[in-house]
């Protein structure tokens, strides 16, 4: 069959919003992907993709309907068939790897009877094959002991294994194109890198189409030949990997890639300002005109149609000519380095973390609990105006030390000693006021930790009145001081969290923390909420709060490239265990720990010059091991029988990096040499 | 599984003996005692003296609240203030009623509360969800009593076809009861039906509008399979703990539709003994109540524990 697999011709999508007004979520969309082309759509929340890719499938959420166009599967109009018609090609020819896959598999079914539907409807396996068939899709997808997977719960999966039945139960109607829904979303580094692989390598071979949807562009340089960038429901951008990711002609193409941290450059990645317009507020002018650095009179009056460069890719700007003054590099703040000045601002003596608390039945009755500790053996010092990274996959107890620091959760044994020799109480209503005021804590969702009913003034109000007895105009007065530092302005103070932009919100959420007048922030995730430029907006703010105020910051983040880019010094944590410590240059540079190794061979760059290296598998682990080192299961380096056996010791440098492991840093320095150079 | 269910039984009896003492304590800080309701007037001097001897009301209340609460593990909960008879006797017929009553409502609401439910859920927003919706509230919020009232109008007086009032003494057999029964099952149906609809309906379109039914959907699976195989094990999960709260209402908080029919139930005994002072039948109506709320409660958590794989199979590992 010739022709496009996909043909997506000026479609419109939108809703009926309160006033009665039709608003577009989708604005005359054109796009056609080609036998075996896998094409990238980039954007950023509520631009618009994920409709689009839904649309693709003739499905539109509640709500939403077809304004104009049309989409056409293989020459089918997918809009005009019967519900018959679209049972056989959903999941049969066109199949769809979802976001979630965890809340995309029906939790009262195994995981075998989901997967042999899909076969029973879509493919001509006959029935008393249905479980073989199965089996062998689970194998395909790299999923260990397929026959056990079968006959459990998708709650009893992790979230790798769970993407990967997804991706089995799409292929199991051998379809001729595959829709991503960002499917990598929300999985750890090694396994997003896994996945991502499985997936080129399944494309190639079997010569699917892929339409790939994701907001990471990193993901998208790996899998993806052609990319279309999307913005407020429109097709800003089109053209090949290379031209969008490595010089793109468009501004909003440009201001995306620049807000991107990297792990090659010490720059804070530059912040996009503003936000998209909401549906139906885009204007008659271009819909990126707020936030353009190379916006004119024209842009404002005229909405610049997609047109074709001599290059061969398409742009919606009048300016494309222009594009160059508008950085597409990191050219934002260096962090600021103050040299801490030696004296300590907290430290962890020894802590140890166990969620497993003794219920009220085991305790009546004196038993006691001898499980392995989530977290154990935790040893810092951080000192005063320093940021302290701590990276690790999810379970790795990152977030669990912030609590733990936070007083939210005692912990099992070891000692947190604020500043040079104040103990800190394990428990958060024992500790005095001002040692509450000192150490302050910033959560990763702001709508989660935010009142939705309280005014910003209400929020920031509280600390205030609390740690300083401030009220009347003083009160008032240092609240809106407070905003102008996030950025925000006296004008919010009279706003509802719900009236804010996620950014807006976390700033929000900053400025909450910052009124206290802290000496320590503790930061849990506070950008893996937010969109890559909003992300850049937050990360600069923070590194400017901490030049002013000599703040010290205890930084979690699963994302090594943000990491890097606000750190002085990194921890690396694995099963709720320190693999190394040390300076941010020198545990993002060779030698590093087996572990540090794999995670910072796993992170994608947006480049499509780059490919990650998969050093280890990206098995889940429940629980630590009992003893010896904690990833002698999944370590590419294991020496033997002595990493299960004996805990390895700390290898320490002059300059204060430390790797605690069975080789020696001058035989890891050698090894990693060799494969650099391979 | 065996052992949390244990776990669960064990913590069910401390909290049916904690109520135990409460309601012993409760009856004992009232004034008077089984004596003076018994002898009414005469209830001084001597008179109540030899009473109380003989019942052993002069004992301390530690020591009858264990001869209470043994007795009451035995199945003996005493004898009445009003004519010596046995209360296990006396509350056994009441209860044995109530369970008649309960049984018939649930046999008609339950069924019939999650069809509409899944209808209205599955038809949200359309004519037949409108419809069924508002008139659910209408049974919700209209009194029990008026509505009942209402019905005896309708189907006895007007049309004539069922007795609008229950004549059946309390000791007949099950069977004698119809048809007399069935206008208070219909109003206790319309009551419950409408609770239990809203819930079901609510769950339904959550569940609708969930990643995992969209995922079918674009998975291909056929719209019907969809809504029994992937949705509704779901959404009916939740129903259950409904449900339970709606047997332990209907075995004890019915006092004003038993009385509207003159049902001879456990509620309704309840107050006549409470008006005629009975405090041993009072304590041991308490005590019955009580024990069905924690058990009914019990069984729908083991019940969502087995219907929901989450929860079965967090407690199996969990070893």
Same mark, same amino acid.
């Given at each position: ?53 839904? /649309? ?84 395909? @997808? ?5 026959? /056990? ?99 793109? *002609?468009?501004?909003? *193409? ?9 792990? /090659? ?12 317009? *909401? ?112 990276? &690790?996959?999810?379970?790795? &107890? ?111 959420? @900053? *400025? ?25 907006? @937050? ?136 494969? /650099?150079?391979? | ?74 199945? #003996?909960?005493? +004898?009445?203030? #009003? ?7 006396? +509350? ?7 369970? =008649? !009553? ?47 009232? +209402?019905?005896? =109008? ?31 099952? !219909?109003? =206790? ?51 259950? #703990?409904?449900?339970? !709260? ?19 139930? !456990? ?53």
């Amino acid at each position: 069959m010739t022709g496009p697999v996909l043909d997506i011709r000026d479609v419109s999508v939108g809703f009926t919003g309160k006033s009665g007004a039709t608003l577009p979520v989708l604005r005359n969309i054109d796009l056609q992907v080609a036998e075996g082309e896998s094409l990238g759509i980039v954007g950023e929340s509520g631009s618009g993709k994920s409709t689009l890719a839904l /649309a693709a499938m003739g499905y539109l959420k509640r709500g939403l309907r077809l304004l104009d166009g049309s989409v056409a599967f293989r020459g089918q109009d997918m809009f005009s068939r019967t519900r018959q018609e679209l049972e056989k090609i959903r999941g049969g020819e066109l199949a769809l790897i979802p976001q979630n896959s965890g809340q995309s598999l029906t939790p009262t079914l195994r995981i075998g009877a989901q997967l042999i539907e899909a076969l029973r409807l879509h493919s001509a396996v006959p029935g008393a094959e249905h479980v073989a068939k199965a089996t062998e899709l689970l194998g395909q @997808v790299r999923l260990p002991d397929p026959q /056990a997977i079968l006959s459990r719960f998708p709650h009893e999966l992790s979230g790798g294994q769970q993407q990967r039945v997804a991706v089995a139960m799409a292929l199991a109607g051998e379809p001729h194109a595959l829709l991503l829904d960002e499917p990598t979303t929300g999985l750890d580094v090694t396994t997003q890198a896994h996945i991502l692989e499985l997936l080129r390598d399944i494309a190639r071979d079997r010569g699917m189409a892929m339409v790939y949807v994701s907001h990471d562009l990193g993901a998208i340089a790996r899998v993806c030949d052609r990319v279309v960038v999307m913005y407020a429901g429109e097709v800003v951008m089109e053209g090949t990997t290379r031209q969008v990711l490595k010089s793109p *002609a468009h501004p909003y *193409a440009r201001g995306l890639l620049a807000s991107i941290p990297r792990l /090659a450059d010490r720059h804070l990645p530059v912040a996009l300002d503003g936000r998209p317009p *909401a549906p139906g507020d885009a204007g008659d002018g271009c819909s990126f005109v707020d936030r353009c650095a190379l916006a004119q009179d024209l842009c404002r009056s005229q909405r610049p149609d997609l047109t074709a460069l001599p290059t061969g890719e398409l742009a919606r700007c009048f300016f494309t000519d222009q594009a160059d003054r508008v950085s597409r590099t990191m050219s934002g703040a260096v962090p600021v380095e103050i040299k801490p000045d030696g004296a300590t601002a907290l430290q962890l003596t020894d802590l140890s973390i166990s969620y497993h608390q003794p219920s009220l039945f085991d305790r009546v009755l004196g038993r006691s609990d001898a499980r392995v500790a989530t977290v154990d053996e935790i040893d810092v010092t951080v000192r005063r105006g320093e940021t302290l990274g701590l990276v &690790g996959e999810s379970g790795s &107890g990152k977030s669990t030390i912030l609590k733990s620091i936070a007083g939210l959760l005692p912990p099992a044994g070891g000692q947190i000693t604020l500043a040079q020799s104040e103990a800190l109480a394990t428990v958060v209503e024992n500790r005095p006021p001002d040692h509450l005021r000192r150490i302050q804590l910033v959560f990763q969702n702001p709508d989660d930790s935010l009142n939705p009913r309280q005014t910003i003034a209400e929020i920031l109000e509280q600390p205030l009145r609390l740690y300083f007895g401030l009220t009347g105009q003083a009160l008032h007065d240092r609240s809106v001081e407070i905003l102008d530092r996030v950025r925000l302005g006296g004008h919010y103070l009279d706003r509802l969290p719900s009236q804010l932009s996620g950014g807006e919100k976390q700033r929000v959420a @900053v *400025a909450r923390a910052f009124a206290a007048d802290p000496e320590i922030v503790l930061c849990d995730e506070v950008t893996s909420a937010l969109d890559v430029s909003v992300q850049a907006a @937050v990360l600069d703010l923070l590194n400017e709060l901490k030049e002013k105020q000599g703040t010290t910051y205890i930084f979690v983040s699963h994302d090594l490239a943000v990491v890097k880019a606000l750190s002085d010094r990194v921890a690396v944590l694995y099963q709720g265990r320190l693999c190394e410590i040390g300076p941010s240059d020198q545990v993002y540079a060779t030698p590093s720990h087996p572990y540090t190794e794999v995670l910072l061979g796993a992170v994608l760059e947006p480049d499509p010059d780059t490919a990650p290296t998969l050093a280890a598998d990206d098995v889940v682990e429940l629980s630590p091991p009992a003893q010896g080192c904690p990833f002698q299961r999944r370590c590419p380096r294991k020496i033997g029988p002595i990493c299960d056996s004996e805990t390895p010791p700390w290898h320490q440098t002059a300059d204060g990096h430390a790797i605690r492991c069975h080789h020696a840093i001058t035989d890891l320095a050698a090894a990693q040499a060799g494969q /650099a150079a391979e | 599984m065996l052992r949390m269910f244990l776990r669960r039984l064990f913590l069910g009896a401390v909290t049916v003996a904690i109520v135990s003492i409460i309601i012993f304590s409760g009856v004992e800080m009232l004034p008077g005692d089984a004596c003076t309701a018994f002898l009414e007037r005469e209830a001084k001097g001597k008179l109540l003296e030899n009473c109380r001897e003989a019942q052993g009301l002069n004992r301390p209340a530690v020591e009858r609240y264990i001869d209470w609460a043994a007795g009451a593990v035995q199945g #003996n909960l005493g +004898v009445s203030a #009003n004519g010596q008879k046995s209360i296990s006797e006396l +509350v056994g017929a009441r209860l044995g009623n109530s369970l =008649l !009553l309960a049984a018939c409502s649930l046999a008609l609401g339950v069924p019939l509360a999650i069809f509409l439910g899944v209808v209205t859920g599955l038809w949200r927003d359309k004519p037949i969800d409108l419809t069924l919706s508002t008139m659910a509230i209408f049974a919700m919020t209209i009194p029990e009593f008026v509505s009942a009232t +209402v019905l005896i =109008l309708l189907f006895s007086v007007w049309l004539g076809w069922l007795p609008g009032i229950v004549l059946t003494p309390a000791h007949a057999p099950a069977a004698e009861f119809f048809p007399e029964i069935l206008l208070p099952v !219909l109003v =206790l149906t319309m009551v419950m039906t409408a609770h239990i609809l809203r819930m079901v309906r609510s769950s339904v379109i959550e569940v609708m509008a969930g990643d995992y039914v969209q995922m079918a959907t674009l998975k291909g699976v056929p719209y019907w399979r969809i809504v029994f195989r992937h949705a509704l094990p779901n959404a009916l999960l939740p129903a259950i #703990n409904v449900v339970a !709260l709606t047997i332990a209402w209907l075995l004890g908080g019915v006092v004003v539709i038993e009385v509207v029919f003159n049902y001879p139930g !456990l509620g309704r005994m309840m107050i006549d003994s409470i008006s005629d002072r009975d405090l041993p039948v009072v304590q041991a109506i308490a005590l019955i109540v009580a024990t069905v709320y924690v058990g009914v409660n019990l069984s729908a958590d083991l019940l969502t524990m087995i219907a929901n794989p989450r929860l079965r199979t967090l407690h199996m590992r969990r070893k």
